[in-house]
């Protein structure tokens, strides 16, 4: 904007090189709508063109320089006026002087380093940006263009099975079982639940994935909780005995990889929450901590083959051991 609304003033542009071929992520905003940007992998070089177009033709625009920066910051709601930058690079395009005529001026920045996954929270908003700047002596213009960043994961090279139990002294004694504690955002949790002891009238059982979203440090911490989905396991009463398979599918539902301890700022972590409810509508649960990873698009399997693929291995692990248990026993 000019001064007033006289002089010269102008718009401004930014073009990535590879924008017509580049792949786009949806992105949760602030508001809670999606919205489509333009997705970057740490490493991966940001260039393009910065387009500066004059208002007023035949007029000059005095300025202090141009300048495009690449930022990657998070941002605390309940601390909104600080900014803690940790993705920070500059790259002049034009020295202090005037500009007569429209102009554009290229940019890169190569082998940009980008840590952390693009993140929109409860209190939180991790984000990156590039920010082209004309400078000038009484009022700058600016420009901003958000990217997403997608953080990539091999698969862990240790993944063992999650068993526990939930009791209650001569009245309950379940035992469930889940196939691993890893999963990929596209994965399946495969599971059973055995009832061991039913001496309580169970109505309703449910599977419920929390994702907590910590903030702050020390004295300050906030904690959001914040259920994602709920699979419902059985409605009626169990007997002692009765197993009851899990297979629940994440593809369909908003999550995040796990991030823990984000530049020292917030923290993501996502649970599994057994919840029975019993006739005098008492609530029992357990829960117990997953991790969850973003894989590359190099292998693409269906649903169901990842399922079977899943059952297959949770079934095999457990005939081994069961095997196992018997050869002991007959020995």
């Known amino acids: 904007m000019s001064f007033f609304g006289f002089g010269q003033s102008a718009d401004i542009d930014i073009v990535l090189s590879d924008g017509e071929t580049r792949k786009k992520a949806e992105h949760k905003t602030e508001d809670g709508k999606k919205d489509k940007y333009f997705l970057f992998y740490d490493g991966e070089t940001v260039s393009g063109k910065v387009n500066v177009t004059l208002k007023n033709p035949g007029k000059r625009l005095e300025h202090y320089g141009i300048k495009i920066e690449f930022v990657g910051q998070i941002e605390l709601y309940y601390d909104r006026g600080n900014h803690h930058e940790f993705v ?35 209190n939180v908003k991790l984000r990156y940006f590039l920010r082209a700047t004309i400078s000038r002596r009484l009022n700058d213009i600016t420009k901003e263009m958000d990217i997403v960043v997608h953080t990539l994961c091999t698969f862990p090279e240790l993944n063992s099975s999650i068993k526990m139990e939930v009791g209650i002294e001569d009245c309950l ?13 596209k994965d399946v949790i495969v599971g059973k639940i055995y009832f061991l002891l039913v001496r309580i009238k169970i109505k309703h059982m449910e599977i419920d994935i929390i994702k907590r979203e910590t ?10 909780n914040d259920t994602i989905a709920k699979y419902e396991i059985m409605d009626g009463a169990p007997v002692r005995g009765e197993s009851i398979p899990i297979r629940l599918f ?7 990889p796990t991030m823990k301890d984000v530049n020292k700022k917030f923290s993501v972590r996502y649970y599994l929450n057994l919840v029975l409810i019993d006739e005098e509508e008492r609530r029992y649960f357990k829960q117990q ?26 079934e ?13 026993a007959s020995s």
């Open 289 to 314: 901590e997953i991790t969850l990873w973003r894989k590359g698009d190099i292998v693409r399997r269906s649903m169901s083959q990842q399922a079977a693929i899943a059952s297959q291995r949770f």
């Open 250 to 256: 994440l593809a369909g539902y908003e999550l995040t």
């Open 88 to 122: 920070s690079l500059v790259k002049d395009l034009a020295r202090p002087g005037e500009l007569s005529s429209s102009q554009s001026f290229d940019f890169e920045f190569a082998h940009v380093e980008k840590p952390y996954e693009s993140y929109t929270g409860q």
């Open 215 to 224: 903030t702050g440090t020390g004295p300050s911490v906030y904690h959001e």
């Open 173 to 185: 004694h379940i035992e469930f079982e889940y196939n691993k504690s890893k999963y990929h955002l």
């Open 316 to 328: 095999g692990s457990n005939s081994t051991n069961a095997l196992a248990q018997t050869k002991e």
